[in-house]
């Protein structure tokens, strides 16, 4: 119980002010008849001593002016209550209060003072009628103003009044003034209480009374009633408006004619079964409730909710029927709008997760025909169009391909947007030659170019297919081995499709295995680099060491980066294995001569990396590394798109002063676009173009002119796979600076390299002189 006024809201809180006002208002008349009269008989008691008890006298004017005042003010509060300003009106009954309590006192103070024994008695009786008044004198800042004086001033009276204090008088009074005091806040927290209360009462009436409106302007219930022949009788004009006709038609009407006419969409075809499941229920003279009920209205389809009872006099006779319908059409759409938003891809219009959940299901339950082919697939390099266009290009692009996916399919096919990038199609009553046709038709279509907003940009797609051929199969096994099959296809490269083999099954699952230790145990992994270092090949001295990192696993052992990388790529965990090589290459680097360098693999995905050249350069810092002691490598699948963001990048990385090398050219495209934008300082040579152009001049010929495009640009020329001098005195021949390979080393730990690299240390030296 009891709300304060600085708790409530602002409108409450002026009500409730306002109501006290009333009351103080309404108590005023009563106070000034009581209050006057009291005045009036200790004037007719004191009259003789008014000359000489100064106290008495003014206290009996100034009570007789603010009584005056007080019914001044009380009259203007009741006349313009509406207009008036509460906080005025509580400043003025709150100073009256306070005045009329000070001449109080003062009549106290004298009265003892000069009073003879009869007239003492009666003014005892007065200060205790006066702190008593105190508690009913309204709200209690009214009646604290008015209790404050008066106790005050009796207890004046009493201390002032004889030589030595009433000791027991004046503890009378002070447990009577506490009695009182007390009183008064218990009374005024009822008061608020009962006034909040009453406010809230009347809110909720008001809230009520127009939810009632509403509900009698809005609903679209109705009642109906027949008799015991099912004509309806005194058909409602909500009934009518419902049926779309007027309540002189419905009126003599049959249920049973109304119903068969208006459940037919056409007169050649049948009624709906919950139509007839109603005529089923009626015949049998039973109660019934059908939620929704299809009824045609002028060629319009219309959906009721129309339940009925039957009624029986006191005989057991059949009088008819009562009941209520109601026009649901427009709930049941809604619930019709919600189950596709359920099972839809709001970005797409295919279906979502759940959607293609109950699909499968029902296919694995029941194959079609020749079977179910399920594919799955997704985007290649979409994250790369995500990051590097935004959001909105990446919506565009996915809303692009699944247009594309609906042209490639056949018209009974289902195509599902499993979740970012990630699609999945099932064909029912499909062989696999039709499977295979229809992947053909979207891995070729999804590789044309993507005409977006204001880009264009190319992706494709892998694809995994699996087979439903027999009922039974569980869902979740045909989608496992779909997804398999699209993890061979990603291993495969760009635009592949593969069937689910279960031969493939066991070496498809480590990498799954590999791929999900990546992402959920991360932490848990150890990673550790080996070194390989890079030669010049005619002196032998080393001017590079390449940091390559290892994966220690703990159920398949060391894995080399060709098993891992590709997957950290595709699942992210590459930017947080990419900083472990920055940080622990440049720390190695700290330990090798000033003259050599230590060469580190970039990911394509690294450079997406917003904090990438913080990473490097707080490395740098760290191990205090000078310039040209780090070297990044990047194949050219790495820079492929040619943009000023790529660019600013790689000239970050150079200005904090790492060198960049073009790693594996001849791999891939091998775009001379590559060397004409981006300023390389280093050009190796895969191996493979190597070992071919041994043995074939023409190839030799290419390589000769390659080395002498990279002197002229000056780029140092490395070949790497070098294993025999043979090889080593052609590539001299062919103009290369340096090699890598078995021939000098294979890769090594950090104390194996360092053992190595002691007898070289002398050639490194002369070498880099």
Known sequence: MGHSLSDLPAQTRRQIEISLLDMRAALVPRMVVTGGTVAGILAWEFHDLLHSAPLIATGLAGLATCYVLLMIVATLWSRRAAEAQPALFKALFCGLALLIGVFWACIEIGGLRHATGQQASLVYAVIVGLISTAAFSGPALYALVYWAPVTAGAAIALVTNTAHPPVTSLIGLGSYALLTFTTILYVNANTMEREFRRLEAERQSEVINLLLRDFEEGASDFLWETDASLTLLRPSPRFAEAARTTQEALAGQSLVRFLVEHGQPSPEQSCAPSIGNLLYHIGRRETFNEKSAPL????????????????????????????????????????????????????????????????????????????????????????????????????????????????????????????????????PDATIADVEAVTRRIIDRLADPFRLADITVAIGCCAGIAMIARAGIQPEDVLHAADLALYRAKESGRGAVRMFDPENDRQTTRLRQLDASLVNEFERQSFFLQFQPIVRLESGAVTTIEALVRWQHPQYGILPPDQFIPASEHNGTIIRIGAYVIDAACAFAATLPEQIAVAINLSPVQLYDPLLLERIGNALARHKLGRGRIEFELTETAILDVSPTTRDILDAIRALGCRLALDDFGAGYSSISTLYYFPFDRLKIDRALIRDSLDDARRRSILLHVGRMAHDIDLTLTAEGLETEAHRTRLIELGFDEGQGALFSMPMDGEALHAWLRPHIVRTASGAA
């Open 296 to 427: 045609f209205f002028a060629g319009e389809e219309r959906c009721w909710s129309f339940a009925g009872k039957p009624v029986f006099d006191r005989d057991g006779q059949f009088v008819g029927y009562r009941g209520v319908g109601s026009d649901v059409t427009a709930h049941r759409h809604a619930e019709r709008r919600i189950a596709h938003i359920a099972r839809h891809d709001s970005l797409t219009g295919l279906g979502n997760r759940m959607g293609f959940d109950e699909v499968l299901h029902g296919a694995c339950a029941s194959p079609v025909g020749a079977g179910t082919g399920l594919i799955c697939l997704d985007l290649d390099h979409f994250k790369s169009v995500n990051d590097r266009f935004g959001h909105k290009a990446g919506d565009e692009l996915l809303q692009a391909a699944a247009g594309r996916l609906l042209a490639c399919v056949r018209s009974h096919d289902r195509c599902f947007r499993l979740g970012g990038d990630e699609f999945a199609i099932l064909l």
